[in-house]
């Protein structure tokens, strides 16, 4: 098991920017590709982007040329840099793990609360 806690989350302005983080502990990190999913009110979870720790990337069509994913692999922490934030972003985010060999994300963090004002 992989521990995983977000941070950075917060109130921002429509078109304003964010970068949450998720700090990575435990088994070799390495060997988790490391995601993140938000859940705004009344909707279901969705993927948002993702990164293996050799920096293959994939990001979600709704966040594509706004956010981007990225890590650090001396502190193993992964960040999401989100940009030119809409009002529909508002969401808990979250990042979760899995094993490079497996299909589910098996590990998640607590969540971070993002809110997008007009």
């Known amino acids: 098991q992989v521990q995983l806690v977000e941070s950075g989350g917060g109130l921002v302005q429509a078109g304003g920017s964010l970068r949450l983080s998720c700090a990575a502990s435990?088994?070799?990190?390495?060997?988790?590709?490391i995601g993140w999913f938000r859940q705004a009110p009344g909707k279901e979870r969705e993927f948002v982007a993702a990164t293996t720790w050799s920096s293959r990337s994939t990001v979600s069509a709704a966040a594509k040329g706004r956010f981007s994913i990225s890590r650090d692999n001396v502190k193993n922490t992964v960040y999401l840099q989100m940009n030119s934030l809409k009002p529909e972003d508002t969401a808990v985010y979250f990042c979760?793990?899995?094993?490079?060999?497996?299909?589910?994300?098996?590990?998640w963090g607590q969540g971070t609360q993002v809110t997008v004002s007009s």
């Open positions: 435990g088994r070799t990190v390495s060997n988790y590709v």
């Open positions: 979760a793990a899995r094993l490079t060999s497996a299909v589910d994300f098996g590990s």
